[in-house]
T-cell receptor, first 112, second 113 residues
């Protein structure tokens, strides 16, 4: 079963709006990572948040982590058409093999 | 350029054939991970190697095998190919401490006809 599951499956917004994606997972983790994938391309690592961190920022990206709810959110502020992509979360499980497991992703479309 | 190199970028082959996908990890990374991405299955972990040794196995078919060589490049061998094997195959690498996430290659698009 997938360790990380993103929600919603698809998101369509206008340029300038904020986009929020959520990720839920099932087991204890060491860290959680967010990736972006443009159509047919490789995944690009965006941000890593450790289990003892609650919030992290990188440019227009803000990631939160709630280990009690086993969930994370990715906020993209002031979105641009170039942000159109699929976004995946991946978790690094604690106490086991360090294999990043991915959800099915959130497909984000930003309309210019 | 992510630093992870995958070749070839595209591969078209017939059912029953055998192909080899190649991956060179980012300089200094000892771990290599192989993933398969298809529309219906999402991104599936296949296998991990660490410094030449198999470390973990995921949903890898018996028809598939992999290895990591002393220079740390890795190869994924797919044999007796079926139409359902058509997918994007990604390689990723990481440093030993996984401090910076995983670096993915641009993938090999395999089409089995």
């Amino acid at each position: 079963s997938q360790q990380g599951e993103e929600d919603p499956q698809a998101l369509s917004i206008q340029e300038g709006e904020n986009a929020t994606m959520n990720c839920s997972y099932k087991t204890s983790i060491n860290n959680l990572q967010w990736y972006r994938q443009n159509s047919g391309r490789g995944l690009v690592h965006l941000i890593l948040i450790r289990s003892n961190e609650r919030e992290k920022h990188s440019g227009r990206l803000r990631v939160t982590l709630d280990t009690s709810k086993k969930s994370s959110s990715l906020l993209i502020t002031a979105s641009r058409a170039a942000d159109t992509a699929s976004y995946f979360c991946a978790t690094d499980r604690s106490g086991g093999s360090y294999i990043p497991t991915f959800g099915r992703g959130t497909s984000l479309i930003v309309h210019p | 350029d992510s630093g992870v190199t995958q070749t070839p970028k595209h591969l078209i082959t017939a059912t029953g054939q055998r192909v080899t996908l190649r991956c060179s990890p980012r300089s200094g990374d000892l771990s290599v991970y192989w993933y398969q991405q298809s529309l219906d299955q999402g991104l599936q972990f296949l296998i991990q190697y660490y410094n030449g040794e198999e470390r973990a196995k995921g949903n890898i078919l018996e028809r598939f095998s992999a290895q990591q060589f002393p220079d740390l490049h890795s190869e994924l061998n797919l044999s007796s190919l079926e139409l359902g094997d058509s997918a994007l195959y990604f390689c990723a690498s990481s440093d030993s401490g996984r401090n910076y996430g995983y670096t993915f290659g641009s993938g090999t698009r395999l089409t089995v006809v």
